[in-house]
């Protein structure tokens, strides 16, 4: 294989989006652990929030943007995100993805929780991530110098004199390789399979943030962690997302008494912010199920949700005939590697975007809609300022060293993961304590010991489970306070100025 200049570690809209901007600048490679297709990005439904419609749409985009994320929103990012977004957008269309249009041609709009208006593109109904990453897959493929190598898993990064030169990665084969670049982009995603319920597929499990700590990167803002608050909640079933966008267009909450009570939680109802509708749904469930409710709605729902109504016509349920039982799961990671608004983190050579990163544009809660545009914004400006990045790419070395054998039974290893969501879902979810945290905290502890050594690409994600967990939980304790989607049931109130926590080499700080 010949030397490539760039790494991306991530296929999804952030790792593509920056791979077709760097192509210009150098030869790519764009590796992921899995197939090329199987990413969060795919698995999106509602849509992209994003400002059409000119200057007033622009600057209440940013207000909502800010609204939702409770004091911690860097500004200056969410501006970049939402002045840049319709740039952003304009080109994902010029590159043949396929949004869904009226009768007239008109790009369709729908809402959803904690924003002012419709702004929220969408495609084919309710598969809007898997168009995106179809369009951009099509188009990356077309560029000759990007290569895309799938069932490629990066194992650690590699750091000379403090700078990221390159990777170790396990290829499909089995064998290790290593690749020297001029920098490395992190796009591999968020870490939802930390809980064990979440709306993430199995790719989720936060490796690039894992290996950007063990690097010496920050961390930032991880605590903040989103509970999505309708996933199916059928005993045996995954946790389907039960898409915002079903509330968007008319969807009730009620409780096992058919009662609708989002109005005891806030006056926005069933658009009320996502960590507002989560908590109201858990407290509602002591009672007994919670359902969402559109029986009263008239649009024709399996048109306009075909993924969600195929998902339940398994179950034998239909959106405008059924309640459809409903509970929160995990589904996004404010938090990640700390960057600038160029993707740059703390460790020189390594850049990070997407929901690996943590520009701060989310705060302390993301608002619906707005992570597909932040990968889409920040991959891109992470891409113009790697190509700045001086220094030669270089043959890789290392070609065709077999994986050590399997020090451990796979079993026990399924079962050791199995044992350290749980607990995070028990110890460090919707709701915490410092009670639960501290023994969340000791059993991630004694976790340690069992943790595997080798390089399966199993066994890797196990490794950055545990890291990871280990930092959210601590930087949880360390948030003696409730803001957006940390919510302290022993520390309810707000600190009266809101501060960013920063992990990096095992210390924790407030700023
Ligand atoms: C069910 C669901 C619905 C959602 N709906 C919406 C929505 O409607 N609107 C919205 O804005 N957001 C939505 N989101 C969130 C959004 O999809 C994600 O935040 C976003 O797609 C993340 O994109 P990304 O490029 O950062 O990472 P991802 O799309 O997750 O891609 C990560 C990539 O990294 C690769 N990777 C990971 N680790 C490694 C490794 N060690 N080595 C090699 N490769 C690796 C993976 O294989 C994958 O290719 C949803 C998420 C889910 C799960």
Redesign the pocket.
């Given at each position: 294989m010949d030397g490539f200049e760039f790494l991306v570690?991530?296929?999804?809209?952030?790792?593509l989006s920056a791979a077709i901007r760097l192509a210009g600048r150098g030869r790519v490679l764009v590796?992921?652990?899995?197939a090329?297709a199987?990413?969060?990005?795919?698995?999106?439904?509602?849509?992209?929030?994003v400002a059409m419609g000119g200057d007033e749409d622009v600057s209440l985009h940013l207000s909502d943007t800010v609204a939702a994320g409770d004091g911690l929103v860097n500004r200056q990012a969410a501006k970049m995100l939402v002045e840049q977004g319709p740039k952003r957008v304009d080109e994902l269309l010029a590159w043949g993805t396929g949004f869904d249009r009226g009768a007239a041609g008109e790009l369709l709009r729908t809402r959803e929780g904690a924003h002012s208006l419709s702004r929220i593109l969408h495609a084919n109904g309710d598969a809007?991530?898997r168009e995106i990453a179809r369009s951009l897959l099509k188009h990356a493929r077309g560029i000759p110098v990007i290569t895309l190598m799938e069932d490629?898993?990066?194992v650690e990064l590699t750091v000379e004199e403090g700078r990221v030169v390159g990777a170790l990665l396990l290829g499909a084969d089995g064998k290790l390789f290593s690749v020297r670049v001029r920098a490395v982009l992190l796009?591999?995603?968020?870490a939802?399979q930390v809980y064990s319920d979440t709306?993430?597929?199995a790719?989720?499990?936060g490796?690039?943030i894992a290996m950007a700590y063990r690097a010496g990167a920050e961390l930032e803002d991880m605590e903040f962690y989103q509970f999505h608050p309708t996933a199916f909640a059928k005993e045996g079933a995954p946790r389907f997302?039960m898409?915002e966008a079903l509330r968007g267009e008319g969807a009730w909450l009620v409780n096992a008494a058919g009662e609708r009570f989002m109005s005891r939680y806030h006056p926005q109802l069933e658009l009320a912010p996502r960590d507002v509708v989560a908590r109201a749904i858990t407290r509602e469930g002591l009672a007994g199920p919670v359902y969402l409710d559109m029986r009263h709605v008239e649009i024709d729902l399996a048109a306009r949700f075909p993924g969600i109504s195929a998902f339940l016509a398994k179950y034998g349920l239909k959106l405008n005939r059924d309640l459809i039982p409903v509970r929160p799961a995990a589904?996004?990671l404010m938090g990640g590697i700390k960057t600038d608004l160029h993707g740059r983190t703390s460790v020189p050579g390594l850049f990070a975007?997407?929901?690996?990163a943590c520009t701060g544009v989310h705060g302390a809660n993301r608002l619906?809609?707005?992570?597909?545009?932040e990968?889409l914004v920040f991959?891109a400006s992470a891409a113009e300022t790697m190509a700045e990045e001086q220094g030669a790419g270089t043959q890789d070395k290392g070609v065709g060293k077999t994986a050590p054998p399997v020090p451990v039974d796979p079993a026990a290893l399924e079962v050791w993961i199995a044992k350290l969501r749980k607990l995070m879902w028990e110890d460090a979810g919707l709701l915490r304590d410092g009670d639960g945290l501290r023994r969340a905290q000791g059993r991630l502890d004694g976790m340690i010991r069992g943790c595997p050594r080798g390089v399966t690409r199993r066994e890797?994600e196990a490794r950055n489970l545990l890291t990871v967990a280990s930092v959210m939980v601590e930087s949880a304790l360390g948030r003696e306070e409730s803001r957006g989607a940390h919510y302290r049931s022993d520390f309810t109130g707000h600190w009266p100025v809101a501060k960013h926590s920063v992990m990096a080499k095992g210390r924790l700080r407030f700023q």
């Open positions: 570690v991530g296929g999804g809209i952030a790792g590796v992921t652990k899995d090329l199987e990413s969060n990005t795919a698995y999106a439904q509602g849509g992209i929030a809007t991530g490629t898993t990066t796009a591999s995603g968020g939802g709306t993430n597929p790719v989720a499990t490796d690039g997302l898409s589904h996004y975007a997407g929901e690996a619906a809609s707005n992570s597909l545009l990968g991959g890797v």
